[in-house]
C-alpha cells in the first residue's frame, strides 16, 4: 500500500508539471474555498459579533471544513477502492494533483514577467495582483518584481513542498486537509478589522502545519541553490541563518530568506495591505537591483526544490517503511 500511495504522488506530480491549472476546470481547492466562503458567511450570522463571539466562529469554520474534508475525500477514497483498484490510483492522483502548485505558481508568476518582456508595467502590475495579498497600486517596477519573487518563494512551501510532505505523511486526505488549513488562512487569515478574531484559529493551525515544511522548504532551496548553475548556495544558506524570522509569521521568512541570499536581492520590507502600511523587516542584502529576469530565477529555484523535495520524502518513505536494507 505504501509504494501504491508513493507512485500516486508521483503521477499526481507529473500531471501538476503538465496539465498545472487550467482556467475553467474544476478544482478541489477552489471548492473547498466556496465552501469557506459559505460558511463565513452563516457562522458570522449565528455568532455574536464580538471578540468572544468570532472567536468561536472561526473555531467552528476550521471544525468544520477539515471535516467535511476529511469525510468527502476518504469516502470517495473508499467507494472507488471497493469499485476497482485502478479507480481508487486514478482518484488519489487526482487528488495529489489538486493539491500540489508547481506549475501555477510557475506559470501566473510568469505572466508578470512576460508582461515586463512587453514593456508594459501596468499589465505586470494586474498580473502580480492575481498573486499577491498586498495593495500593489503604489508598487513601481522594482516593487512589482520583489512582490512576485516573494510570492515564488513562500509558496515553494506553502503550494508545493508542504503539500508533498502532508502527502507523504497521511496520505491524499492529509494533503487535502492541509490545503483546506492552507486556503482558510489565506481566506480569512488577515490581521485587519474584520478577520482578526474570526480568522485567529486558521491563521494559529496554518502556522502550526507549516512549522516543519517550511524549514524543509528552507533547507532543500538552499541545497537547489547549490545544485543550479547560477545561484548562490553559500549566500542562500548565510541569509536564511540570519534572516528566516524576519517576518512576523513564524514561518514565511524561512523560504524568502533562501531565495534571497540565493539570487542576490533585498525582499520584503513595508508594505500596504487593505489601505494600511505594514512596517517589516526586510530580507536580504541589496547587492544588487531586482530585475524581471529574476522573477523566472525564482521559478527554477522552486521547481529544482519541489523535485527534491520529492526524492527526498521518497528516499525517507522507503527506509522509514523498510523498504531499503542498508
Not at 510568469?110 to 498580473?127: H, L, N
Not at 508598487?139 to 503550494?159: F, H, Q
Not at 480568522?199 to 512549522?211: C, F, Q
Amino acid at each position: 500500500m505504501v509504494y501504491e500511495m508513493m507512485a500516486a504522488i508521483w503521477l499526481g506530480f507529473v500531471v501538476d508539471l503538465i496539465v498545472g491549472d487550467p482556467q475553467g476546470w474544476p478544482h478541489v481547492v477552489r471548492l473547498i474555498g466556496w465552501v469557506i466562503q459559505r460558511l463565513e458567511i452563516t457562522l458570522r450570522k449565528y455568532f455574536p459579533q464580538t471578540k468572544a463571539g468570532q472567536l468561536a466562529a472561526g473555531r467552528e469554520l476550521v471544525i468544520l471544513v477539515l471535516m467535511a474534508t476529511a469525510i468527502i475525500s476518504t469516502g470517495f477514497l473508499r467507494v472507488s477502492d471497493r469499485i476497482h483498484p485502478l479507480l481508487f490510483l486514478i482518484i488519489s492522483v487526482f487528488f495529489c494533483w489538486q493539491v500540489l502548485a508547481a506549475k501555477s505558481l510557475y506559470v501566473e508568476s510568469g505572466k508578470v514577467w512576460q508582461a515586463f518582456q512587453q514593456g508594459d508595467t501596468g499589465r505586470a502590475r494586474e498580473a502580480v495582483s492575481m498573486i499577491v495579498g498586498r495593495d500593489t497600486e503604489l508598487l513601481d517596477e522594482a516593487g512589482i518584481i520583489r512582490a512576485a519573487i516573494e510570492t515564488v518563494a513562500e509558496n515553494t512551501s506553502d503550494g508545493v513542498v508542504a503539500p508533498l510532505f502532508y502527502l507523504f505523511l497521511l496520505g491524499p486526505v492529509g494533503g487535502l486537509l492541509y490545503k483546506a488549513v492552507n486556503t482558510m488562512d489565506s481566506m480569512v487569515g488577515y490581521q485587519n478589522e474584520k478577520y482578526r478574531y474570526f480568522g485567529r484559529a486558521a491563521a494559529k493551525i496554518d502556522d502550526l502545519l507549516n512549522w516543519i515544511p517550511s524549514r524543509l522548504s528552507a533547507l532543500l532551496m538552499i541545497a537547489a541553490a547549490w545544485l543550479l548553475p547560477g545561484y548562490d548556495g553559500a549566500a542562500a544558506w548565510r541569509i536564511w541563518r540570519r534572516d528566516r524570522h524576519n517576518h512576523k509569521s513564524p514561518n514565511s521568512a524561512q523560504t524568502e530568506a533562501a531565495c534571497a541570499g540565493a539570487l542576490h536581492l533585498m525582499l520584503a520590507g513595508d508594505a500596504w495591505y487593505f489601505g494600511e502600511l505594514h512596517h517589516k523587516p526586510t530580507i536580504g542584502d541589496p547587492d544588487r537591483t531586482a530585475e524581471a529576469d529574476d522573477i523566472r530565477r525564482a521559478g527554477r529555484l522552486m521547481l529544482m526544490t519541489a523535485f527534491l523535495a520529492l526524492v527526498f520524502f521518497t528516499v525517507l518513505m522507503v527506509i522509514l517503511t523498510g523498504g531499503y536494507k542498508g
